[in-house]
């Protein structure tokens, strides 16, 4: 199976700040990668997906980039409503694995 | 617009088995894949499996002994079956849509909480 690792685990932040969170898969897999928001007591929600493309109605402060095996995925101007847990998710022949998660927190 | 709805037992006796429904509102779910997915508290999401409208699954490795997917289409369904539970099963359990153009989940249910424990 592909692991995903994502980095860092934790990340302190103020309003403002450029964000960007790191996902490396153990295998190549093109551009299969989605990234999600968690708030607590909440369903992850779909913010980019085959890497770099934004899904409707998410601010366009969010970005994805990378293929093969290193992805990352940036804020560009970290608003209050942004200090939640991100998650990767790859996908490779019917198999969905996500990476451990990165908590963004207020600094 | 696209709704999901776990439902099932909040509560589970250890090495009892667990049934979960996720019904499905404002689409067919022919033609999707669709998985459960879980969180255990305060930790990461971990795909259980996946199965597709034909009836055609598979199951994580790490679970594939005491998993079983299935699907109504009658009923605009998708169940979990999971088996020989232990604490470690104590999670929130969701299904997830697989987008008909690429494969990430853009839909979710709210998620259901099970709380395995005598």
């Known amino acids: 199976d592909i692991q995903m690792t994502q980095s860092p685990s934790t990340l302190s932040a103020s309003v403002g700040d450029r964000v960007t969170i790191t996902c490396r898969a153990s295998?190549?897999?093109?551009?299969?990668l989605a990234w999600y928001q968690q708030k607590p007591g909440r369903a992850p929600n779909l913010l980019i997906y085959?890497?770099?493309n934004l899904e409707s109605g998410v601010p366009s402060r969010f970005s994805g980039s990378g293929s093969g095996t290193e992805f990352t995925l940036t804020i560009s101007s970290l608003q209050s409503d942004d200090f939640a847990t991100y998650y990767c998710?790859?996908?490779?022949?019917?198999?969905?694995?996500f990476g451990q998660g990165t908590k963004v927190e207020i600094k | 617009q696209v709704q999901l709805l776990e439902s099932g037992p909040g509560l589970v006796k250890p090495s009892e088995t667990l049934s979960l429904t996720c019904t499905v509102s404002?689409?067919?779910?022919?033609?999707?894949?669709w998985n459960w997915i879980r969180q255990p508290p305060g930790k990461g999401l971990e795909c259980i499996g996946y199965?597709?409208?034909?009836?055609?699954?598979n199951y994580n490795p790490s679970l594939k002994s005491r998993v079983t997917m299935s699907v109504d289409t009658s009923r605009n369904q998708v169940s979990l079956r999971l088996t020989s539970l232990t604490a470690a099963d104590t999670a929130v359990y969701y299904c997830?849509?697989?987008?008909?153009?690429?494969?990430?989940?853009?839909?979710w249910g709210q998620g259901t909480l099970v709380i395995v424990s005598s």
């Open positions: 404002g689409d067919a779910i022919s033609s999707y894949y």
């Open positions: 085959k890497a770099s």
């Open positions: 199965i597709y409208y034909t009836g055609s699954s």
């Open positions: 295998q190549n897999i093109a551009s299969w």
């Open positions: 997830a849509r697989v987008s008909a153009s690429g494969w990430y989940f853009d839909n």
């Open positions: 998710q790859q996908y490779n022949s019917y198999s969905w694995t």
